[in-house]
């Protein structure tokens, strides 16, 4: 079984507030509701990092009002 390694950095805006690892089992895609450190968002970005072997993902966290209840 394949594990997915990503350096991910949360977004509010253009503001970086948080960056860190994740692996999973499976692939993350654009377009993907996440919760990472306890903080719900939307994937928008999946991108190779030149010379390593995990992929930055960026997610865009999500305001108050764009939570399901």
Do not use: K
């Amino acid at each position: 079984m394949a594990h997915f390694n990503y350096h991910y950095a949360l977004r509010r805006g253009d503001e970086v507030l948080a960056t860190g690892h994740l692996s999973r089992d499976e692939p993350i895609e654009i377009g993907e509701r996440l919760v990472i450190a306890g903080r719900p968002g939307i994937v928008r970005a999946v991108e190779p990092l030149l010379g390593e072997i995990e992929l930055h993902l960026v997610v865009q966290l999500l305001r108050d009002d764009e939570i399901d209840p």
